[in-house]
């Protein structure tokens, strides 16, 4: 997958896994990490799906209804990506901790509904619930940050809610984070997934 990897100045720290929105690059959330943990490596990738030109991370047959074959392959193809990418830069495949926008905020949902040990955390800007009908894995320990809207024409107030109970059962340790705004992300929300990130 394409992607670009930065070194951090703290070996301790994760490995931040950035995933853009609909049409965006590898280059777009790199001033979130720059907020969220400026020592930690920074991992982001570019989704291998093209609409209309626009790259995401996984096919969709309408706005917001999803290609759930393909989301289910590209899951796979991102997590397996983990794996090389962990071993080429070596990084700790254990402690990677997930930042995504949108569609980027979907795919980490997947990542995390499909599989035990993807990813540490994950930090969910504006997420939908990738996903109904399956057994999720036990996500104990881990945490989750949700920013959603409470006007966001994308995801209803009754989906965000879904997603969180849906993370609770399986036991992740979720913080849902409402802005009375839409599907933007907004300094505010960074600033709670910062807060909340600094006190895991
Ligand atoms: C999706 O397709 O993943 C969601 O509708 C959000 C987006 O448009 O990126």
């Given at each position: 997958m394409k992607h670009l990897f930065q070194k951090g100045n703290d070996?301790?720290?994760?490995?931040?896994?950035l995933l853009h929105g609909t049409g965006g690059t590898e280059q777009d959330l790199i001033p979130l990490a720059q907020i969220i943990d400026p020592d930690a490596n920074v991992l982001s990738v570019r989704?291998?799906?093209?609409?209309?030109g626009m790259p995401r991370f996984f096919k969709r047959l309408a706005e917001g209804i999803f290609?759930?074959?393909?989301?289910?392959?590209?899951?796979?193809?991102?997590?397996?990506?983990?794996?090389?990418?962990a071993e080429k830069y070596g990084f700790d495949r254990?402690?990677?901790i997930a930042?995504?926008?949108?569609?980027?905020?979907?795919?980490?949902?997947?990542?995390?509904?499909?599989?035990q040990h993807a990813l540490?955390?994950?930090?969910?800007?504006?997420?939908?619930?990738?996903?109904?009908?399956?057994?999720?894995?036990?996500?104990?320990?881990?945490?989750?940050?949700?920013?959603?809207?409470t006007n966001d024409p994308f995801c209803?107030?009754?989906?965000?809610l879904e997603l969180e109970s849906l993370f609770e059962q399986a036991n992740a340790k979720v913080h849902l984070h409402w802005e009375n705004k839409g599907?933007?992300?907004?300094?505010?929300?960074?600033?709670?997934?910062?807060?909340?990130y600094l006190s895991k």
């Open positions: 070996p301790s720290r994760p490995t931040l896994l989704g291998n799906v093209l609409e209309n290609d759930e074959e393909d989301l289910v392959f590209r899951t796979k193809e991102l997590y397996e990506f983990l794996d090389q990418a254990g402690q990677i930042i995504g926008y949108s569609n980027g905020a979907n795919i980490a949902a997947s990542l995390l509904f499909h599989y540490k955390g994950a930090i969910l800007h504006h997420p939908m619930v990738p996903i109904r009908g399956i057994e999720l894995p036990d996500l104990s320990g881990i945490p989750v940050f949700i920013g959603a809207g209803s107030s009754e989906e965000s599907h933007q992300l907004t300094g505010t929300e960074v600033e709670a997934a910062r807060s909340w």
